[in-house]
C-alpha cells in the first residue's frame, strides 16, 4: 500500500512535469522547431533517467543492498527543475520569436476573469477534432507500443531463456540509447520524412515487435528490436506532439498538451488489461499479447497516413 501511495504521488509529479516541459515549448518555441525541441527534451530525460537510475542502483547495492533507503533521496534532485522554473525561466514569451502569435489577436474588450476550471473547459471546447482524433490514436499505439517494456524481462528470463536480470537490463538500455540519438537527430529525420514522420516511426515500431517476436534465440534480436522501438517512438511522438499544439489555439495550447499527455498516461495504465484481452486472440500468454500490438500498429499506420499525410495543416488556424 506504501508502494502504491508513493507511486500516486510520483505519478502526478511525473504528469504535472512534463505538462510544464512541453506546454512551455509551446509559448517559446516558434511553430515549426517545436518537433525537434521536444525530441530533444525526451531524449535529454531518457539519458537523464538513464544516468539517474545507474548512480540510484550504485548507491542501493552499498553495503550489500541494504543502503536502497538511501537513494530514494536522489528524488530531491527535481528541486533544480523547480528552481529553474520558479526563477530562471522567462515569465512571457518572446512575441518575437513566435510569428504565429502575430495572427492572434488580443482580445481587450474581454475583461473577464476565468477560474482555471473555466479556463480549462473553454480550453478543451476550443481544441479542434482532428487534434481529438490524433491523440485517440497516439493513445492505442502508446498501448501497443509499451507492450515492449511490459514483458521483456520475463520474455527473456522465462519464456525463452535468453538471458538473466543483467541482459534484460541491457536491452532497456538499448531502447534508451536509440531514443536518445533519435532524439539528438530529429531535425535530420524531420526534414527528411516531413509529414510521413509517423507513418514511418509507427511502422519501425511495428518491425521492431516483429523482430521480438520472431528472433527468439539469440538476446541479439531483442536488442535490434528495442533500437526500432526506440527510432520509432521518438520519430512519431514529438511530431504528433507538437501538430496538437499547431492546430490548437494558441492560448489553449497548456490545456491541449495535458490533455494530449492525459491520454498517453492512459495508454500506460490500459495497456496491460488490453492487451491481455486482445493476445486471447493469439493463443493468449506474452507472445499474444506482443502479436496484438504488432498486428495493430500498421492499421494505426494506415489511419496516421490519411491524419497526418492528406492535408497540409495550417499553424494556428483559429483565433484564441
Known amino acids: 500500500?506504501?508502494?502504491?501511495?508513493?507511486?500516486?504521488?510520483?505519478?502526478?509529479?511525473?504528469?504535472?512535469?512534463?505538462?510544464?516541459?512541453?506546454?512551455?515549448?509551446?509559448?517559446?518555441?516558434?511553430?515549426?522547431?517545436?518537433?525537434?525541441?521536444?525530441?530533444?527534451?525526451?531524449?535529454?530525460?531518457?539519458?537523464?533517467?538513464?544516468?539517474v537510475a545507474v548512480i540510484a542502483g550504485w548507491v542501493a547495492a552499498g553495503n550489500d543492498g541494504a543502503n536502497w533507503p538511501i537513494a530514494h533521496y536522489i528524488g530531491f534532485i527535481s528541486i533544480i527543475t523547480l528552481t529553474i522554473f520558479a526563477f530562471i525561466m522567462p515569465k512571457k514569451p518572446d512575441q518575437k520569436a513566435l510569428p504565429d502569435n502575430a495572427l492572434q489577436p488580443e482580445v481587450s474588450e474581454n475583461k473577464e476573469t476565468l477560474s482555471t476550471i473555466d479556463v480549462i473547459k473553454k480550453g478543451v471546447r476550443e481544441i479542434p477534432?482532428?487534434?481529438?482524433?490524433?491523440?485517440?490514436?497516439?493513445?492505442?499505439?502508446?498501448?501497443?507500443i509499451i507492450s515492449f517494456n511490459l514483458y521483456s524481462s520475463i520474455y527473456i528470463i522465462s519464456e525463452h531463456q535468453l538471458g538473466t536480470s543483467v541482459e534484460a537490463g541491457l536491452v532497456s538500455s538499448t531502447l534508451t540509447i536509440f531514443t536518445l540519438l533519435s532524439g539528438l537527430t530529429y531535425s535530420y529525420w524531420?526534414?527528411?520524412?516531413?509529414?510521413?514522420i509517423v507513418p514511418v516511426g509507427y511502422i519501425l515500431s511495428a518491425l521492431g515487435l516483429i523482430i521480438k517476436l520472431v528472433f527468439t534465440t539469440h538476446i541479439a534480436g531483442i536488442w535490434v528490436a528495442a533500437a526500432f522501438v526506440g527510432i520509432g517512438w521518438n520519430l512519431a511522438n514529438p511530431y504528433i506532439s507538437s501538430?496538437?499544439?499547431?492546430?490548437?489555439p494558441q492560448k489553449f495550447i497548456p490545456v491541449a498538451i495535458s490533455v494530449h499527455l492525459?491520454?498517453?498516461?492512459?495508454?500506460?495504465?490500459?495497456?496491460?488489461?488490453?492487451?491481455?484481452?486482445?493476445?486471447?486472440?493469439?493463443?493468449?500468454?506474452?507472445?499474444?499479447?506482443?502479436?496484438?500490438a504488432a498486428v495493430s500498429i500498421p492499421v494505426l499506420t494506415v489511419l496516421a497516413y490519411f491524419l497526418f499525410t492528406k492535408e497540409k495543416h495550417t499553424e494556428n488556424r483559429k483565433s484564441a
Open 1 to 51: 500500500m506504501a508502494l502504491m501511495i508513493a507511486a500516486a504521488f510520483l505519478g502526478i509529479h511525473r504528469g504535472a512535469g512534463s505538462a510544464l516541459v512541453n506546454s512551455t515549448i509551446g509559448e517559446f518555441i516558434e511553430p515549426e522547431k517545436r518537433a525537434a525541441s521536444l525530441a530533444l527534451v525526451g531524449a535529454v530525460m531518457h539519458g537523464g533517467s538513464g544516468v
Open 262 to 292: 492525459g491520454f498517453q498516461n492512459l495508454g500506460m495504465f490500459l495497456a496491460p488489461y488490453v492487451l491481455r484481452l486482445g493476445g486471447g486472440i493469439f493463443g493468449g500468454g506474452i507472445s499474444g499479447s506482443l502479436m496484438v
Open 243 to 248: 501538430q496538437v499544439m499547431s492546430l490548437s
Open 129 to 144: 477534432h482532428k487534434v481529438f482524433l490524433m491523440m485517440l490514436l497516439h493513445l492505442v499505439f502508446v498501448v501497443c
Open 190 to 196: 524531420g526534414r527528411l520524412f516531413r509529414k510521413w
